[in-house]
């Protein structure tokens, strides 16, 4: 029972990302012209994520840092904090508005017009994450906003020039699966877009 139980988790998975890949390629592809604009054009990209999500900003940042499976130069990328209880106390006493400004405090201290904010949210829903995406905005960013289903309620902060990748499933282990692969599309791209086209190594 336990072996049907995992062997359906990699079946369920494998389903959404073959039934995901062609209506997500169109807009991950924009993503990634996206950031080889921001990176080529001296910008550098911010990435952030709610909850576990953040360990994916992290992981993209260390792509564009590190490379992903070519040597090339640097790409300025930095995670954000994601630890919201010390940033979003620091001088935050009797303004209880501030606990969910961690985000969009990192943001405007960081960020800059030609910069790009990689947000990561599977509901689309938490507060967190509108505020990071509009102080994006008031940065003259644009933006990639990674989610599940339809977005929720940051779809409709969403500028015309962002990009919105909405995984089409509800169950948040199944987007953040897919998350993850989008990211190492989006490190590809770039690399490719960079360096050229090449055989996928084995």
């Given amino acids: 029972m336990l072996e049907q139980r995992i062997q359906q ?9 073959y039934q995901a890949a062609q209506a997500l390629s169109q807009p991950i592809a924009s993503a990634v012209q996206a950031m080889l604009a921001c990176v080529t054009g001296g910008g550098k990209v911010l990435a952030c994520g709610a909850g576990v999500s953040a360990s994916d900003a992290q992981l993209f940042a260390s792509l564009c840092v590190t490379g992903f499976e070519r040597d090339r130069p640097e790409l300025a990328a930095l ?15 009797g303004s ?16 800059q017009p030609g910069d790009l904010l990689l947000l990561m949210s599977v509901s689309g829903n938490d507060v967190v994450m509108q505020e990071a995406l509009e102080a994006a905005h008031e940065r003259d960013m644009m933006a990639v906003v990674l989610t599940g289903r339809t977005g929720g309620n940051l779809a409709a902060h969403v500028r015309e020039t962002d990009v919105l990748i909405c995984v089409p ?9 897919t ?3 989008i990211l190492h599309c989006l490190a590809d791209g770039v690399d490719s877009q960079l360096l050229g086209d090449q055989e996928m190594p084995l």
């Fill in 179 to 181: 998350h993850t692969l």
């Fill in 169 to 177: 499933h509800d169950r948040a282990a199944r987007v953040r699966e």
């Fill in 9 to 17: 988790h990699f079946i369920d998975s494998a389903d959404l990302k």
């Fill in 79 to 93: 995670a954000l904090s994601s630890d919201g209880g010390l940033l979003g106390t620091v001088g935050a006493t």
């Fill in 96 to 111: 209880g508005g501030n606990a969910t400004q961690y985000l969009a405090r990192q943001i405007r201290a960081l960020g």
